[in-house]
């Protein structure tokens, strides 16, 4: 089975702090993704990566980059956090094509106070 | 601008009944439309997806049409039980997904 896991459940953190998201996936897939998700306004894509050291923006970039040095692990970065960043940040990875089924970690709940 | 609609309303139905799930889309022209169950406080996990050039997909009691003329996919749930309860989502796209906001789903034994 397909694990992706993403490194904290919960997270507090303070407005202005630098906050790191990690998540890695045991598949050896080529594709990773991370979302976030507000209620009524679903999932959006902040970034994604087709291979390692390459990104690409999605929907709402600002505010997020991302790192991908190694295959298995997508890193989503806040430079400086901001209280309309609490949110669910949500990570996938896919095989082949952009199409293909997506597998998604259990979620981070971020809190920026 | 690209836009996917799912109702926003809770949808319940009694045991045993089928449930539809409605998914429209506008200014878009999807290869493929996926359909997700998600639960609370945890990631979605994938159901179904179909091709455009496919009308209807099956797989045990779940059943989606894809309309491209209509613009409009139907997810159904047939003989549903109180475990199905939970938000379904659709999304579709050729390069990415995009994902609607989910149609939650409660099932009432």
């Known amino acids: 089975d397909v694990k992706v896991t993403q490194s904290s459940r919960y997270l507090v953190k303070r407005t202005g702090e630098k906050v790191f998201l990690e998540c890695v996936q045991d598949?050896?897939?080529?594709?990773m993704f991370w979302y976030r998700q507000d209620p009524g306004l679903g999932l959006r894509l902040i970034y994604f990566?087709?291979?390692?050291?390459?990104?690409e923006k999605g929907d709402i970039p600002e505010g997020y980059s991302v790192s991908r040095e190694k295959k298995e692990r997508f890193s989503l970065i806040l430079e400086s956090a901001s209280t309309n960043q609490t949110s669910m940040y949500l990570c996938?990875?896919?095989?082949?094509?952009?199409?293909?089924?997506?597998?998604f970690g259990p979620g981070t709940r971020l809190l920026v106070l | 601008s690209q836009k996917i609609e799912q109702n926003s309303e809770a949808l319940n139905i009694q045991e045993g009944k089928t449930a539809t799930l409605t998914c429209n889309y506008t200014n878009y022209s999807p290869a493929y439309l996926q359909w997700y169950r998600q639960d609370p406080g945890r990631g979605p996990v994938f159901l179904l997806l179909i091709r455009e050039n496919e009308k209807e997909k099956r797989k045990e009691r779940l059943k989606v049409t894809f309309d491209t003329t209509l613009k409009q996919s139907l997810f159904h749930i047939t003989a549903s039980q109180p475990a199905d309860s939970a938000t379904y989502l659709c999304?579709?796209?050729?390069?990415?997904?995009?994902f609607g906001s989910g149609t939650r789903l409660q099932v009432q034994p």
């Open positions: 996938a990875s896919s095989q082949g094509g952009a199409q293909e089924t997506q597998y």
């Open positions: 999304a579709l796209g050729r390069r990415a997904l995009t």
């Open positions: 990566s087709y291979d390692v050291k390459m990104k």
């Open positions: 598949m050896d897939h080529e594709n």
